[in-house]
C-alpha cells in the first residue's frame, strides 16, 4: 500500500507509527512496513518528514531524534513527549484567534466540532469576549464553492486589477484555497481558453448554470490548451498584483503581454524580485534594467508609484513621461 494521497490522512498515519515506534525505541524499516502495511520506501519518506520536527523553540535540543541507519530506524525522543504540552497564555489566544478565523468563513465547520473545542478553549483561557476575529465578507464564496462540488460552470464579472476594468467571464473552478489572507479560486477561464488564478474578493457577480464540467484528471492544462506556468504551487495569472507572484520567471505566460523596459536603483531590486522579468542586467551607476510584460498602464503605474523616484521607464517611448504623469495625479488628488 502506498502513502495516503491527503495531508491529513498522511498525518494521522505518521502519528500512528511514531506512538508505535517510540516505546520500542528502535525497530527495522521491514517491521515497520509489515505492521502498517506499507513500501518501506514510504516508510523512509514518513520518518524523514518527522526528522524535522519538534517543540518550541525549535532548536537542535528540542527536535525529534529519529535516525535511519541502513536498514533500522532509531527513535529517541527523550522527555519532549513524555507528557501532554500545556499551552502558554499567548499560544492559547492565538490558537483561538486563528479558529475563529476559520469558523467566520460559511461552511468551514460543518459538524460544528471546531465550535465547540474553542469554545473550551475560550473559556479555560478566561476569554471573556476579548479575542474578536472580524473578517471581510466574501460574497461570491459560497456560489464559487457550490458550483466546484456540483462541478457546474458560473459566469462571473471579475474585476482585473492590472488592467483596472471589469470583464465577464465563463470558468469551471477546480481548486479554492486561501493564501495571504485573501479567498482565490483557480479555474478553466473559457474567455483565455487556459487555466486562470481570480481571487474570490473581486468577483463582483456569479451567475450559476446547468453546464457540467469534466475535472476527473486532476486537471491537466495542456488538455485544454492552456499555457498556465506555476511556480512553487501557485498558478499565476492575470489577477496577479505587484509583490504577490510567486519567485521565479513566469514571464512566458504572459506571451501576448506588450514589454516595458524600466531602469531601478539597485536598492530597489527586491522590489522586482517576485515580477515576471524577461531579463534583467546591471548596468552602470548601481542601477537595474529590467524587461518584464506589462500587465496594462494601471498596473505600471502602481509600479512606478511603488519604485518611487529613482526609477524610470526607458520604453516605449509612449510611456516614458508615465511615473511623472501618475505621481502628479496622486499629488493632486491627495495634496
Known amino acids: 500500500m502506498t502513502l495516503p494521497a491527503s495531508a491529513p490522512d498522511r498525518f494521522h498515519l505518521l502519528f500512528a507509527v511514531l506512538a508505535w515506534l517510540v516505546p520500542r525505541k528502535s525497530a527495522s524499516i521491514a517491521e515497520v512496513a509489515h505492521q502498517f502495511t506499507i513500501d518501506p520506501a514510504d516508510v523512509v519518506s514518513l520518518i524523514e518528514t518527522a526528522a524535522c520536527c519538534g517543540v518550541p523553540p525549535y532548536t537542535a535540543d528540542t527536535l525529534l531524534d529519529l535516525y535511519i541507519d541502513e536498514d533500522r530506524i532509531e527513535a529517541n525522543f527523550g522527555n519532549l513527549l513524555e507528557r501532554p504540552r500545556r499551552l502558554t497564555a499567548p499560544e492559547g489566544f492565538a490558537l483561538v484567534a486563528a479558529a475563529r478565523a476559520i469558523l467566520a468563513v460559511p461552511g468551514a465547520d460543518p459538524n460544528r466540532s471546531l465550535e465547540r473545542a474553542t469554545a473550551k478553549l475560550a473559556e479555560v483561557l478566561g476569554d471573556r469576549g476579548r479575542v474578536a476575529v472580524t473578517m471581510d465578507p466574501v460574497t461570491s464564496l459560497g456560489a464559487v464553492r457550490s458550483a466546484l462540488e456540483a462541478r457546474r460552470q458560473i459566469e462571473v464579472t471579475y474585476y482585473s486589477a492590472s488592467r483596472d476594468q471589469l470583464s465577464v467571464r465563463k470558468i469551471e473552478p477546480f481548486h479554492l484555497f486561501t493564501a495571504d489572507g485573501h479567498w482565490y479560486v483557480d479555474a478553466y477561464c473559457h474567455q483565455a481558453d487556459a487555466v486562470r488564478h481570480f481571487r474570490l474578493d473581486r468577483i463582483t457577480v456569479v451567475v450559476p448554470t446547468d453546464e457540467p464540467f469534466d475535472a476527473a484528471a486532476s486537471w491537466a492544462i495542456e488538455e485544454k490548451g492552456g499555457s498556465a506556468v506555476t511556480t512553487g504551487g501557485t498558478t499565476t495569472g492575470e489577477s496577479a498584483e505587484i509583490?504577490?507572484?510567486?519567485?521565479?520567471?513566469?514571464?512566458?505566460?504572459?506571451?501576448?503581454?506588450?514589454?516595458?523596459?524600466?531602469?531601478v536603483p539597485f536598492e530597489m531590486k527586491r522590489a522586482i524580485d517576485g515580477l515576471p522579468v524577461r531579463s534583467i542586467a546591471m548596468v552602470p551607476g548601481g542601477?537595474?534594467?529590467?524587461?518584464?510584460?506589462?500587465?496594462?498602464v494601471p498596473w505600471l503605474e502602481r509600479l512606478m508609484l511603488v519604485l518611487g523616484a529613482g526609477a524610470s521607464v526607458l520604453s516605449p517611448p509612449e510611456l516614458t513621461g508615465l511615473p511623472a504623469r501618475a505621481a502628479a495625479r496622486v499629488r493632486a488628488r491627495y495634496g
Open 287 to 296: 542601477r537595474v534594467r529590467v524587461v518584464l510584460p506589462m500587465g496594462g
Open 243 to 263: 509583490g504577490n507572484m510567486p519567485e521565479g520567471s513566469a514571464a512566458a505566460f504572459f506571451d501576448d503581454a506588450p514589454d516595458v523596459e524600466i531602469e
